[in-house]
Structures are given as C-alpha cells and as structure tokens.
C-alpha cells in the first residue's frame, strides 16, 4: 500500500525506519495480523518481521497481543500522533530554550554588537525574535507600522505578556505606509497592555529588558513611510540601552501622553 511521500517523511520525523514505515503502513490497513500477514502485505522480508514488529511496540505505534501465533494490533494514528507531536514539541521548546540561554550570553561578548538588518520582512522578524526573549520588560515606540504588522506582533507580545513581562507601547493614533493609511490605535486593542498615544515621527524603538534595542526607520514621501527603504539598527550595547530605556520612561510619565485627553482630541482622524 502506497503512500504520500509528505507522510513518510513525517513518519521519518516520528523515528521510524524505512522497514518500520512498510510494516506500519500494512497493518494500517489490516488493523490486525500476524506477522505473516504484515510481512506479506508490507513486504517486509519475513526474517526481518519479528524485530521490525518489536521495534514498533517499543515506539508505541502498535500493540502485541499475546497468543499462537502473536497477533499485533495497530494503535489508532491520531493517538499516535498526538504523543508524538507532544514530544516534538517538548524537545523543540528545550532545545530552543538552551540554544538561546547560549546565544543570549555570548551575543554581548561580541566586540561590536550593532547589526544593521534591511527589508520589512528581516525587520518583522526580528522584533518577534527580541519580543520572545524578554524576560522583564517591552518597551515599544510605534510612530509608523509596516502593513499587517502588528498582526504579527499581537501573539508575540500577548505570550510575553501572560509571562508577567511588564510591557508599554506609546505610538502614534496612525501612519500612512506605502500609501496606505493604518489606524494604529485601533489595530493594537488585541494586544493587553498599557498604552497611550501621541503622534511621535516616523520611526520605531523596540526595547527589551534594557539590554537590547531595535530601532526602525524609513524614508518617506509626502507622509508616507516607504517600506521598502525600511532599516532596522539592532545594538546590543548595554549602556545605550539603558539611557535610551531612561528617555521612554521620562516620556512615559509625562503628562502630555494622557491617552484619554489624546483620544478626545483626535476623534475623526
């Protein structure tokens, strides 16, 4: 019996050897059999039946019922699956976690930690790679937002949030990007944080936990952010950080950034 190729490589990606993927495939089909019936359905070689049937066991894909001759039962796919995808996801979340445990204490080390990163989509991506890193806190200063941007955000940011990382956006009520209005203030009432809103330039400041920065910039023509000529400058520098985390928090606690007097004022916009 003949499969999609996609589904053996998922099959692969679950452990299983070429042999055991026959085997496995056969009896899906037979729910119930011998080994005799597996090999001659599979096409697994009759010497090589007994272990491959074992092997299968022991990975949790089928079940040996004891008798003569031994019957091996299929367990159900879905089942099957879904511990499978439990585990891949488990050791995935490990080895991310460790793997930026490493990346995180050496990205510091190095002698000049500025990046210069081009292209919207290098730039979304980024942000959500700082944003899963934090630990503490997000500061955002949102004067403009490429297209379907904060979509992108929104989950990045809500995971951070459930976190307990403590996390402000000050940005702007709107942009006009490559032509095309966005009503930021509207596009960010998915994400649960504190916000206020006051027209800032054309630029953006992601901050995480004081330790790491991405500024935002493009040029743009007749108010409108040209994408396309996007620059993001990532520094690592600690002490920048710091004072530019010192500037948002002056402009935090100003009083000029009162959302609700703001919002009163720009009603109709």
């Known amino acids: 019996m003949s499969i999609n190729q996609n589904t053996t490589s998922a099959l692969k990606t679950m452990g299983l050897t070429d042999y055991e993927i026959q085997a496995y495939v056969a009896l899906t089909s037979l729910i119930s059999g011998t080994a005799t019936q597996i090999s001659e359905t599979s096409g697994v070689p009759r010497s090589r039946t007994y272990e491959i049937l074992k092997n299968l066991q ?38 991310e976690t460790e793997l930026n445990i490493i990346y995180e204490n050496k990205i510091s080390q190095v002698p000049a930690p ?28 949102g004067g403009s937002m490429f297209k379907d941007e904060l979509e992108q955000l929104e989950n990045s940011l809500n995971k951070a949030i459930r976190k307990g990382v403590n996390t402000k956006m000050i940005i702007a009520p709107y942009c006009i990007t490559d032509g095309e209005r966005i009503d930021i203030s509207q596009e960010i009432n998915g994400i649960n944080c504190e916000k206020k809103i006051f027209p800032i330039p054309f630029l953006k400041v992601i901050i995480r936990d004081k330790k790491e920065m991405l500024l935002i910039f493009s040029k743009f023509s007749e108010n409108s952010v040209i994408s396309k000529t996007a620059i993001g400058i990532w520094n690592q520098y600690i002490e920048i950080v710091e004072t530019i ?10 009083d000029l950034y009162n959302m609700n007097l703001f919002n009163k004022d720009t009603e109709g916009l």
């Open 245 to 254: 985390s010192g500037f948002y928090n002056i402009l935090w606690n100003i």
């Open 114 to 141: 500025i990046w210069l990163i081009y292209g919207k989509n290098k730039i979304v991506k980024k942000e959500i790679e700082i944003i899963g890193r934090a630990k503490d806190s997000i500061f955002i200063m």
């Open 58 to 95: 022991k990975k949790g894909f089928i079940e040996i019922i004891p008798g003569k001759p031994l019957k091996f039962n299929i367990v159900p796919p879905q089942e099957v699956f879904e511990k499978a995808r439990g585990q891949i996801n488990e050791e995935l979340d490990q080895a």
